[in-house]
């Protein structure tokens, strides 16, 4: 789905070659700092040790405490339950930290905060898009068969609460 898309880099834990796909994608992004949505399990460890590992690909030198690049993983979800868990084997310039959108919209002020909603409305229907497997109202919210469908927080099994219905 996210290849349909346009996305250039997809890593999927459930493969195989997950940290070697990971590892290529963050030595031809450069990136170091990532958003994990699942909050708990292994992936923010995951993600750091292949950041270190893809920056100490270009080092110029050895240094036993890791790379000096700083490397972040902001944890904006929890779609795994479970304890947050990792292998410190990242080096010592790292950081884990929990991301919020409101908090974050209280503080980039008013002008921008004006240009992320006009950008959000703008690609409602493309960036932003969603697409639901059903929608229910309130009281089939509440319903048990419903709960079990919408707990299973899977990929592409969004469900709409309308509370018009």
């Given at each position: 789905m996210l290849r349909q898309i346009g996305a250039r880099h997809v890593c999927s834990t459930e493969s195989a070659s997950f940290m070697q796909d990971l590892v290529d994608a963050l030595v031809a992004t450069g990136a170091t700092m990532a958003f994990d949505a699942t909050g708990g399990g292994k992936l923010a460890g995951q993600i750091l040790t292949a950041m270190?590992?893809?920056?100490?690909?270009?080092?110029?030198?050895?240094?036993r405490y890791g790379s000096t690049t700083h490397k972040q993983v902001y944890i904006y979800g929890g779609l795994e339950p479970g304890p947050t868990e990792f292998n410190r084997s990242f080096g010592m310039a790292w950081g884990m930290g929990g991301w919020l959108l409101f908090p974050f919209m209280q503080k980039v002020g008013s002008e921008k905060l004006q240009a992320l909603k006009q950008r959000v409305a703008r690609e409602l229907k493309t960036t932003f898009a969603s697409h639901y497997t059903r929608e229910v109202s309130l009281v089939q919210a509440l319903q048990l068969e419903t709960i079990g469908g919408y707990n299973k927080r899977a990929t592409g099994e969004k469900y709409l609460i309308d509370p018009s219905r």
């Open positions: 270190e590992i893809a920056l100490n690909k270009t080092a110029k030198e050895y240094n």
